[in-house]
């Protein structure tokens, strides 16, 4: 969908004036106030009062989360006609499926997360066959991925800004589950270690897209929305973690 015909679609905003970088920027941030961090499941997690089960039930429904990051990347580089931009892109299905070129190898981000469930004392079997998988996780992360399919590519690059709020909570999760989860094996925690530097670079080419692309009021405003859409994803998420296998405050 070309820029014109979404203004069409928000008259009231047409005439609005665009905010600066930095505001939008600004106003991008502020929608980190409804990150997951926040969530009751996650707050009980990184405060140590979840249960073994609880820990267990988040990691293999995270999984399913998980497969899908590059099957999103893979729908953003199929739609994306600019070369600069897939070729920074690509490198987010590298880090996630893992690779061998050249003699240099890297397992990925995939095969990490089966480390930390075997960390915590699930099987490879039962965490990739999604037997545990909720259906609300599902169908959340199946609207995401389905998002990133159909939405023009800018769009799909712009839903991917949660990243910004990811570092902290990764760094939330080495320094409170080595306390907290003594039975957790400490080297299953090496996805977060490897994700608080990828998703900073990642937000860098993500936020550039996007500062650039919703350059007027109306499309900032949808940004915001977007945004707000891949929040929300993420906060189904652990609702239906609640719902499965409860919270303790």
């Known amino acids: 969908m070309m820029k014109a015909e979404r203004l069409q679609e928000m008259p009231a905003l047409v005439d609005a004036p665009a905010w600066g970088r930095e505001a ?4 991008l941030r502020e929608r ?6 926040h969530h009751p499941y ?20 995270r999984y399913y989360y998980q497969i899908a990051i590059p099957i999103k990347d893979a729908a953003v580089l199929s739609n994306c006609p ?17 690779f061998e070129i050249n003699g240099v190898r890297d ?14 004392g699930l099987t490879r079997e039962e965490v990739i066959d ?12 199946d609207a995401y991925v389905n998002f990133a399919r159909r939405a023009p590519w800018q769009e799909a690059v712009c839903s991917s800004l949660t990243e910004l709020f990811a570092p902290e909570i990764h760094k939330q999760r080495l320094a409170t589950w080595p306390e907290h989860y003594a039975w957790i094996q400490s ?63």
């Not at 939008?24 to 106003?27: C, L, N, S, V, Y």
């Not at 299905?93 to 893992?98: A, F, P, T, V, Y």
């Open 107 to 120: 397992a990925g981000g995939i095969e990490a997360w089966l480390r930390l469930a075997d960390a915590v």
């Open 42 to 61: 996650n707050v009980m997690l990184n405060t140590g009062k979840a249960t073994r089960a609880q820990v267990q039930g988040w990691v293999a429904n």
């Open 24 to 27: 939008f920027e600004a106003r």
């Open 187 to 249: 080297e299953g925690l090496s996805y977060f270690r490897n994700r608080v530097s990828q998703a900073r670079r990642d937000v860098e080419q993500g936020l550039a897209i996007t500062l650039s692309y919703f350059d007027t009021r109306a499309l900032q405003e949808r940004a915001l929305e977007i945004l707000q859409f891949k929040l929300d994803i993420l906060w189904t998420l652990s609702d239906a973690l609640v719902a499965k296998y409860g919270v303790q405050a």
């Open 82 to 98: 600019d070369i600069e931009v897939r070729r920074g892109w690509v490198q987010r299905i590298l880090d996630h499926d893992g």
């Open 130 to 141: 999604l037997r545990h998988v909720a259906p609300g996780v599902r169908f959340a992360v």
């Open 32 to 37: 980190g106030k409804a990150y997951h961090i």
